[in-house]
């Protein structure tokens, strides 16, 4: 068993008792000065250092950066996903609907993971048990989180249906290792969204799969945001995939927030010297025959 697929299953299995999304007081994810570090009996290593952003009602943050760039150590970090040790979040806070999430109980964050902040972990492959049917871990994500569900089977086949798997009723009977890369991760999806939730942090959803399908994804993104109102995190590491798709932009780099605005502002005005190099990195067509820009000092 993968240590993506422990983290996904720890992350899905809680509890969630209504089907309808939770009525917050305010639809906001606030997160203020969050700082985490990696400590071992050797060194200390700032990850994150001092991040803040917001994610409004119905709005779409991508965070950019080089891997290694703290984007998805920040991600993880918002429902404490992070193994601690060796991971301490050292300063900071994460706020939902004005409640600090980081505060909450072992108990209450179960019930936090999935019924209101969903993910979509990186490569599907690894992500999903590969000796479990599609309909087995589907089942298992809506029998924690919506016990009230009399049909698992047929919400399955729903949400799979949703998610623009063809023929659910008998994907739904498939393992992970008879589904396409696209495919599996259209499953994920269809894993988070199934909880109903109100936020969805979607980690290099696209890694790993084609282009072709890598627009697909984002295109599927883009339509049940519409159609579900929910927020969506983008981590990316792809200044080309969110043109259109994200309302604002994250930028970060060795662990500090470089850059934080409106998407299209900071694709045609970047401010930060960074965030003019990522963008000239993006290969264009028709730019005839040049060498690419590259950065050369990366993220450690």
């Not at 993971?113 to 990186?122: K, L, N, T, W």
């Not at 000796?131 to 589907?138: A, G, N």
């Amino acid at each position: 068993m993968s240590l993506l697929w422990s983290c996904a299953r720890f992350f899905f299995l809680g509890s969630y008792k209504d089907f309808a999304p939770l009525e917050l007081k305010t639809e906001m994810l606030e997160v203020r000065d969050l700082t985490v570090k990696f400590i071992s009996e050797e060194e200390e290593f700032t990850a994150v250092d001092s991040v803040s952003f917001t994610v409004a009602d119905g709005e779409t943050l991508a965070v950019v950066g080089e891997s290694g760039s703290g984007k998805s150590v920040t991600a993880l970090a918002l429902t404490r996903l992070l193994p601690e040790p060796p991971a301490c979040i050292s300063g900071g806070d994460v706020r939902l609907a004005g409640e600090s999430v980081l505060a909450k109980s072992k108990r209450a964050l179960r019930e936090i993971r999935g019924r209101h902040i969903a993910y979509i972990f990186q490569e599907p492959a690894t992500s999903l048990n590969p000796v479990f049917s599609i309909y087995e871990q589907l089942a298992e994500t809506l029998r924690r989180h919506r016990p009230e569900v009399k049909n698992f089977r047929e919400e399955a086949v729903y949400w799979l249906d949703q998610v623009g798997i063809r023929e659910p009723d008998k994907r739904i009977r498939d393992y992970p290792f008879q589904l396409s890369g696209g495919m599996q991760q259209r499953v994920m999806i269809a894993m988070a969204l199934c909880t109903r939730p109100k936020f969805l942090v979607a980690d290099e959803p696209t890694t790993a799969l084609d282009v072709t399908v890598q627009r697909q994804i984002l295109d599927l993104f883009r339509e049940l945001k519409l159609r579900f109102g929910m927020s969506i995190i983008l981590i990316t590491h792809n200044f080309g995939i969110i043109r259109g798709l994200a309302d604002k932009v994250a930028v970060m780099y060795r662990g500090k927030l470089l850059e934080f605005g409106e998407c299209a502002a900071v694709l045609s005005r970047p401010r930060h010297p960074y965030t003019r190099a990522l963008i000239d990195c993006v290969p264009r067509l028709g730019a005839g025959l040049h060498r690419l820009k590259t950065i050369e000092r990366s993220s450690p």
